[in-house]
């Protein structure tokens, strides 16, 4: 018995077809991900890969967990680190992480292609509605020549049942929450995964560096 009024003519639609539907989840906000540019050469300067999250001008968002990996056949890749900047010059740390704008903690060994997490040490990082959040994945790379390097930032490909922050955590790649009630603490029963986020598909987004 769904129906909508058009906003064009104001004359009112009604849904046909099958009732056997899960439903529908609407959230306040959302985030959009987009990967940024970095050269495809020049991997002496620990940089695996740069993306941005943008959120919807109908809210501010947090994120809680970011999934990624990567993959060399020629490099040792070590002491990984998360850092989230408020400026596309990637400058500028965002406030309420460290002073440095690191995120989490950092991942001292890396196994070549498996998947790591690095999850928020305090609160979410706070995306302001409208406006974008800049994240760089840095590592100690040995040796630095003739190194190949892909790294990947995971999405998720289906929905997890709880909203619970340490739960998403492990059961999800990307966990963000909309802040639904204001700003949401990873106390507070509002969080989603990485499933249907614009721009991040499940399998995820890939950066190949090289000399």
């Known amino acids: 018995?769904?129906?909508?009024?058009?906003?064009?003519?104001g004359s009112?639609?009604?849904?046909s077809g099958?009732?056997?539907?899960?439903?529908?989840?609407?959230?306040?906000s959302f985030p959009v991900v987009a990967q940024d540019s970095v050269s495809a050469t020049g991997s002496a300067d620990g940089k695996l890969?740069?993306?941005?999250?943008?959120?919807?001008?109908?809210g501010s968002i947090g994120i809680?967990?970011?999934a990624w990996s990567v993959s060399t056949?020629?490099?040792?890749?070590?002491?990984?680190?998360l850092y989230a900047y408020s400026d596309a010059a990637y400058s500028t740390p965002v406030s309420g992480q460290a002073s440095d704008g690191q995120v989490g903690a950092t991942v001292a060994g890396v196994v070549s292609g498996a998947t790591n997490k690095t999850v928020v040490t305090s609160n979410p990082v706070?995306?302001?509605?409208g406006q974008t959040v800049y994240f760089e994945l840095r590592a100690d790379i040995v040796p630095l020549t003739s190194a190949s390097i892909v790294t990947k930032i995971f999405g998720d490909a289906s929905a997890a049942a709880s909203a619970i922050a340490s739960t998403q955590n492990s059961a999800s790649n990307f966990v963000w929450t909309p802040n639904t009630n204001g700003t949401?603490?990873?106390?507070?029963?509002?969080?989603?995964n990485g499933a249907n986020v614009l721009g991040l598909p499940s399998a995820g987004i890939t950066q190949a560096r090289g000399l």
């Open 12 to 15: 009112t639609v009604t849904a």
């Open 49 to 58: 890969i740069r993306f941005k999250v943008t959120a919807n001008s109908a």
């Open 184 to 192: 949401s603490a990873t106390s507070d029963a509002d969080f989603v």
């Open 18 to 28: 099958s009732t056997a539907v899960s439903g529908v989840t609407l959230y306040r």
């Open 64 to 66: 809680e967990q970011i």
């Open 126 to 129: 706070q995306v302001s509605a």
């Open 73 to 81: 056949s020629s490099a040792t890749v070590s002491n990984v680190k």
């Open 1 to 9: 018995n769904t129906e909508g009024v058009s906003v064009g003519a």
